[in-house]
């Protein structure tokens, strides 16, 4: 089983701040996508990654893929309440079923007014 | 645009009775999924139907059973119903492979006494 984990696991900071979160597995993701879900509904894609080194940018949130294919991390800059919610980390691992996802544990984002 | 439905949105069972959950997307994707959400756990996948005609195991199917019955159906049955089936329940869809996105439904609460 291809593990993704994600840290922090829980975020609580106040607007205006910037933040990072972490998603890292031991095993090469042949992509990696980045959901955000909100209390009461499901998770909503927010960015797919494939390629090593890669940096996409979604207004204020950028994310990266590490070079090597086993880590990516997301930032998010000037952090509003609007931004709450929980972010998941999710990937196909190399070799894998193309059909399946691993889903990382969440990190849970609160951004105070 | 309805996307993915699930019903119903919320079940209270008896230990031992059985239920079905549904789901219907309307986006002509090839793929669906059933997702488990507890807390501190992540989204397990369940089982999956990478196209019409074909199901297939995820990480965690004991106690599930499901049901491809067209394109747009997947249909998840809990037979013999247990506390520890106690959680939130995801279905979601993709037009194919593990780089699309995958679109969710809102989930079904359900809770096993």
């Known amino acids: 089983t291809q593990l993704l984990e994600q840290s922090p696991q829980f975020l609580s900071i106040q607007e205006g701040e910037n933040l990072t979160v972490y998603c890292n597995s031991s095993s090469v993701f042949s992509s990696l996508q980045w959901y955000r879900q909100e209390p009461g509904e499901g998770p909503v894609l927010l960015v797919t990654?494939?390629?090593?080194?890669e940096v996409k940018k979604l207004k204020r949130l950028t994310f990266q893929f590490g070079d090597a294919r086993k880590d990516s991390s997301l930032h998010i800059t000037a952090a509003q309440p609007g931004d709450t919610g929980l972010y998941l980390c999710?990937?196909?691992?190399?070799?894998?079923?193309?059909?399946?996802?691993?889903f990382g544990k969440g990190t849970l984002l609160t951004v105070n007014p | 645009n309805a996307g993915v439905t699930q019903t119903p949105k919320f079940q209270v069972l008896k230990t031992g009775q059985s239920m079905t959950l549904q789901c219907a997307q309307d986006?002509?994707?090839?793929?669906m999924y059933w997702y488990r959400q507890d807390p501190g756990m992540g989204l397990r996948l369940i089982y999956y139907s990478a196209s019409e005609g074909t199901t297939d195991k995820g990480e965690v199917p004991n106690g599930y059973n499901v049901s491809r019955l067209n394109k747009r159906e997947f249909s998840l049955r809990l037979e013999s119903a247990a506390p520890s089936q106690t959680s939130v329940y995801f279905c979601a869809s993709t037009l194919g492979g593990s780089n699309q996105p995958q679109h969710f439904g809102d989930g079904t609460r359900l809770s096993i006494l």
């Open positions: 990654v494939v390629t090593g080194g």
């Open positions: 986006m002509n994707h090839n793929s």
């Open positions: 999710a990937g196909k691992a190399s070799g894998g079923s193309n059909y399946k996802l691993t």
